[in-house]
């Protein structure tokens, strides 16, 4: 079964007249009664009914006439789907946010306020590569090559306000090393960085949390029931609780730098390359915001 006997098929039904109907589809009369006669043979059953004078449709022609309806209707509006399909690609950025992702998101909510046409996809894994933009971390020490850093990040320890280091002006990170920390999960950059932090101050951290949701970490943190990394600008602000406070950290140096990515298989869509553009604007300006205070 073709889709042009299917198109024949309701054309002839449409008129029940062969030669009318073959004359509105500009094919031969033989042609025609050819077309739907190997129809009928593939389906077993005869679509119309013949008479002097023209053809009706039989039982089985009108069932298939109206099975056909949407279908046809369906393939008739494919080609404008398929545009939109291809409209909405070009103006969707697929994202893969494995650091910052409170940044990138209020980064995202004022490009859409600029761009409302423009579409997003933000998926988490360090697995895929069906992204045009990765945002992750690493050491400042690691060479980038095709990586551009975003934005350099300090790391603060935040410790409980009824702690004695609460009364600190700084800490080296070897005074809390028998203290529960909470961390993020080890599937995530942010914590391998962190576990780095602890080795170059000679010891492994005792960890009391572990998550995979940085809103948890950040929460049980704020809670004081442990010690923590926070880093200086993508979590949002620091001073989030009364419970907490914030030490800058004397040794080992704990600092990482965010970095952008382009895809290998980046396509040359200007629209990524605006939104790259828009993005390590928008992360200087947060850090221009957070030295003043603001």
């Known amino acids: 079964m073709e889709l042009q006997q299917l198109q024949y098929f309701l054309v002839a039904a449409k008129y029940e007249h062969i030669t009318k109907a ?92 600029k761009h409302p046409d423009v579409n997003f996809q933000f998926v988490q894994s360090q697995s895929t590569t069906d992204y045009d933009l990765c945002i992750t971390a690493t050491l400042p020490r690691k060479k980038l090559t095709v990586n551009q850093v975003m934005l350099e990040e300090n790391f603060f320890l935040a410790v409980p306000a009824s702690s004695r280091y609460a009364l600190y002006d700084e800490i080296d990170l070897m005074e809390v090393a028998d203290e529960g920390f909470i961390m993020m999960a080890d599937t995530r950059p942010i914590r391998k960085i962190c576990d780095q932090f602890c080795l170059e101050a000679g010891f492994s951290p005792n960890i009391v949390f572990e998550s995979m949701n940085f809103e948890a970490v950040r929460s049980l943190i704020s809670a004081g029931l442990g010690v923590g990394f926070w880093p200086e600008y993508s979590w949002g602000e620091a001073n989030l609780s009364e419970n907490v406070v ?18 290998q298989q980046y396509t040359g869509n200007p629209l990524v390359r605006d939104f790259h553009d828009f993005l390590l604007e928008y992360a200087m300006e947060c850090k221009e915001q957070n030295r003043r205070g603001l």
């Open 22 to 113: 073959a004359n509105s589809l500009h094919i031969a009369q033989p042609a025609l009664s050819q077309s739907i006669k190997r129809l009928e043979a593939e389906l077993g059953v005869k679509l119309f009914d013949r008479k002097k004078g023209g053809i009706t449709l039989s039982d089985s022609g009108k069932v298939l006439v109206e099975e056909l309806k949407p279908i046809m209707k369906s393939l008739d509006n494919l080609p404008k789907k398929l545009a939109e399909t291809s409209r909405k690609q070009h103006q969707t950025i697929h994202l893969n946010v494995l650091a910052a992702s409170v940044l990138v998101t209020n980064c995202i909510i004022a490009y859409k306020a």
């Open 246 to 263: 914030f030490l800058p950290i004397r040794n080992p140096e704990c600092k990482r730098n965010i970095i952008i990515a382009y895809n």
